[in-house]
Nanobody, 121 residues
Framework: QVQLVESGGGLVQPGGSLRLSCAASGSIFSIYAMGWYRQAPGKQRELVAGIPSGGVTNYGDSVKGRFTISRDNAKNTVYHEMNTLKPENTAVYYC???????????????WGQGTQVAVSS
């Protein structure tokens, strides 16, 4: 069974930084695109940053220049470095990955359980 486990959320003051991690585990044949989404109270879930298995990363307009997504394919892990955080960045952040499990031919979207990020003084 494939799982995504996030870590690194918490409370930070405006202007501060946080680094989120998400590790994929289980019987995995291949991982394709990975990304981070967020959902603030009363709002829809939105894409924050995405990184394909090879190629150019993409970011939401509101986070360009402040957030950086990266991945370590040897560790099946995606990272999310968030700098100059603002109160409006407060949300639950979810990791997502497109994965083909071992023994399967189907690529499925898997989600982590979410990690809370709160930006407040």
């Amino acid at each position: 069974q494939v799982q995504l486990v996030e870590s690194g959320g918490g409370l930070v003051q405006p202007g501060g930084s946080l680094r989120l991690s998400c590790a994929a585990s289980g019987s995995i044949f291949s991982i394709y695109a990975m990304g981070w989404y967020r959902q603030a109270p009363g709002k829809q879930r939105e894409l924050v940053a995405g990184i394909p298995s090879g190629g150019v990363t993409n970011y939401g307009d509101s986070v360009k220049g402040r957030f950086t997504i990266s991945r370590d394919n040897a560790k099946n892990t995606v990272y999310h470095e968030m700098n100059t955080l603002k109160p409006e960045n407060t949300a639950v952040y979810y990791c997502q990955a497109d994965i083909i499990p071992s023994g399967s031919r189907l690529r499925n979207a898997y989600w982590g359980q979410g990690t809370q990020v709160a930006v407040s003084s």
